[in-house]
């Protein structure tokens, strides 16, 4: 892929996405070559299949495909240069590893620049093993960061139940799965989906979260901030943070 977008002479680096990073609409940018920013996000939106490090920064700049223009371009290249430094790095799985399945759930409230949406991230684990992440951008504009946080748990909920149900195919039967978060809000909103003036407005969909709860499908714990894996998923990050969190998730330098 470096070769291929002529990027060998480029200088690594350490992050794939700066924390000044703050792509919105240009309208006064320069336009580039739309067949080459489509081009490289292709080939980076394929890598993500094996590189979780790489997903929230990509997909941000998957939103700005349809009128690419210097300041995105520089935004992929920078990925690039981050992937020529750390080629060295994949996802260390080890063998015999157990069935405990946690799923860890984030969100960047108001997070992106163009419309104030907010970012969820999911990744599930079993054992210590990383088997399934996602990065999407929310539907719908939350009002507050409870309301952000309790979306992204409920997609959490979502993957933990098909997590569930997969494993069934397998003869594998998990009764409770366990779904870590970081905001006292929005946990005691799940365990106790009161109707109140912070979270009217959310809507019914969200309280099946609420339901599964109940019936013991899932269970909810609080995880610090620091120690949430999904947070990778959801902003960029300092050098520090995002080394512990990437690590977090299993990758590793590879052993021949």
Same mark, same amino acid.
């Given at each position: 892929?470096?070769?291929?977008?002529?990027?060998?002479?480029?200088?690594?680096?350490?992050?794939?996405?700066?924390?000044?990073?703050?792509?919105?609409?240009?309208?006064?940018?320069?336009? #580039?070559?739309?067949?080459? =920013?489509?081009?490289?996000?292709? $080939?980076?939106?394929?890598?993500?299949?094996?590189?979780?490090?790489?997903?929230? $920064?990509?997909?941000?700049? #998957?939103?700005?495909?349809?009128?690419?223009?210097?300041?995105?371009?520089?935004?992929?290249?920078?990925?690039?240069?981050?992937? @020529?430094?750390?080629?060295?790095?994949?996802?260390? !799985?080890?063998?015999?590893?157990?069935?405990?399945?946690?799923? !860890?759930? *984030? %969100?960047?409230?108001?997070?992106? !620049? /163009?419309?104030?949406?907010?970012?969820?991230? #999911?990744?599930?684990?079993?054992?210590?093993?990383?088997?399934?992440?996602?990065?999407?951008?929310? &539907?719908?504009?939350?009002?507050?960061?409870?309301? +952000?946080?309790?979306?992204? +748990?409920? @997609?959490?909920?979502?993957?933990?139940?098909?997590?569930?149900?997969?494993? #069934?195919?397998?003869?594998?039967?998990?009764?409770?799965?366990?779904?870590?978060? *970081?905001?006292?809000?929005?946990?005691?909103? %799940?365990?106790?989906? /009161?109707?109140?003036?912070?979270? @009217?407005?959310?809507?019914?969909?969200?309280?099946?979260?609420? *339901?599964? /709860?109940?019936?013991?499908?899932?269970?909810?714990?609080? /995880?610090?901030?620091?120690?949430?894996? +999904?947070?990778?998923?959801?902003?960029?990050? @300092?050098?520090? &943070?995002?080394? =512990?969190?990437?690590?977090?998730?299993?990758?590793?330098?590879?052993?021949?």
């Amino acid at each position: 892929m470096v070769k291929r977008f002529r990027l060998e002479d480029s200088k690594p680096i350490k992050t794939p996405m700066s924390t000044k990073t703050k792509l919105t609409r240009d309208k006064e940018g320069d336009s #580039v070559d739309n067949t080459k =920013y489509r081009g490289m996000i292709g $080939s980076l939106l394929y890598l993500t299949a094996s590189r979780p490090d790489i997903v929230f $920064s990509v997909c941000l700049c #998957v939103r700005f495909q349809e009128d690419p223009k210097t300041s995105y371009l520089e935004a992929v290249k920078r990925i690039f240069r981050y992937i @020529k430094g750390t080629t060295h790095l994949g996802l260390w !799985y080890l063998k015999g590893f157990g069935i405990e399945t946690i799923v !860890y759930a *984030d %969100s960047d409230h108001a997070g992106d !620049y /163009v419309d104030r949406k907010s970012t969820s991230g #999911v990744c599930t684990f079993m054992g210590c093993c990383l088997t399934s992440w996602f990065s999407k951008k929310q &539907t719908a504009l939350a009002i507050s960061t409870t309301k +952000a946080k309790h979306v992204s +748990a409920r @997609k959490a909920c979502q993957q933990a139940l098909w997590m569930k149900q997969t494993l #069934v195919d397998y003869d594998i039967r998990i009764y409770d799965i366990l779904i870590m978060r *970081d905001n006292k809000g929005a946990i005691d909103l %799940s365990n106790n989906p /009161v109707q109140h003036l912070q979270t @009217k407005d959310i809507e019914i969909r969200h309280h099946f979260l609420s *339901d599964n /709860v109940q019936k013991g499908n899932i269970s909810i714990e609080k /995880v610090s901030s620091e120690d949430n894996m +999904a947070d990778i998923l959801t902003k960029p990050l @300092k050098r520090e &943070t995002f080394n =512990y969190l990437r690590l977090g998730l299993g990758m590793m330098e590879q052993i021949d």
